[in-house]
């Protein structure tokens, strides 16, 4: 396998690292120590994300995870239910925690590509199920969704969820890791997106490419409490100021070039169709990830394959394999693994 430096690592979008403007800007944050509600740098990051995304305070957390966590159990008490699509990240890609830390359960619907479908959740959610089921408290959407290939989710049918959890009387978290992309894809403003939910989780640290960090927002009652969560999980840190100047410089200077990689993944895609008509649709391609359908091939042995030729994927399923692009490559760089990866598909 080459060194990673010197290959076309699209594995995901966490793997940016700060520019140089981004560095600068960490340098001179003013910081004060955040547990005792002291850096301004994260109360100004807080303020205003949570004002982007309509709501009235925000907590930044080290993970996006953390921020998952902490936004459903805001929502669920132990004993109850979240109700979530069968990829979701909350279901696949949190480790358990949601069950293990917190003693909730999780149900899921079926869904192929993570599209919020209103009908289908009404089928499963309990919201009073009585003293011998397990109630259903909350249901969580993803928004762009990972496994589903970046899919941005319609405005129309996450507001018949929002709806519908309304009318039940269920809690609805937005696990909107990638949002941003959602917002640049669409035109939708965030807060049009945020106002849906009762809480959201954002993160810096992909398409934004910050080093570090998340934000969940709800009403300022909800974010005082996982305030005290947060601290429970050991994620109150100290002069994390300059984390989030890296956050508040991504927000001026990387939202709106996320076009670039949704551009750069399309070109990405189509290369691969070109020589591999059935791996992936091109038109499918909402933002920037890229999920490859590998036919006979298993997905590993295609991965460690493009390894060997200089480009770095991910295993996402037994036959699919998922390609990130990011602003630490450049569109030429995508299109040239295009061909690569689109060539060992075409030779099975």
Known sequence: MPKTSEAIDLRSDTLTRPTPGMREAMSQAPVGDDVYGEDPSILALEAR???????????????????????????????????????????????????????????????????????????????DAGPYLVSTAAVALENTHNFGGGTVQPLDLLADVSALCAAAGVGLHLDGARLWNAHVATGV???????????????????????????????????????????????????????????????DHHVARLADDHMAAQ?????????????????????????????TQPARDVVAAAAREGVLLSVVGEQAARAVTHLDVSAAQCAEAGRIVGGLLARA
């Open 49 to 127: 994300v949570a004002k982007l995304l309509g709501h009235e305070a925000g907590l930044y957390c080290p993970t996006g995870s953390m921020a998952n966590l902490l936004g459903v159990w805001a929502l669920v008490r132990p004993g109850e239910e979240v109700v979530c699509d069968v990829r979701a990240h909350i279901a696949r890609a949190e480790m358990g925690a949601h069950a293990a830390l917190h003693g909730l359960t999780m149900r899921t619907w079926e869904s192929a590509d993570g599209v919020a479908d209103a009908a289908a959740i009404a089928r499963v959610i309990t919201p």
């Open 267 to 295: 070109g990405f895609a189509a290369e691969v169709a070109a020589l591999a008509g059935d791996a992936v649709d091109p038109a499918a391609v909402h933002t920037n990830i890229v999920v490859l359908n590998t036919g």
């Open 189 to 251: 403003s965030l807060a049009d997106y945020g106002r849906l939910f009762d809480t959201v989780s954002v993160c810096f640290s992909k398409g934004l490419g910050a080093p570090v960090g998340s934000m969940l927002v709800s009403d300022g009652a909800t974010i005082a409490r996982a305030r005290g969560q947060r601290k429970r999980l050991g994620g109150g840190w100290r002069q994390a100021g300059i984390l989030a100047a890296a956050a508040d410089y991504a927000l």
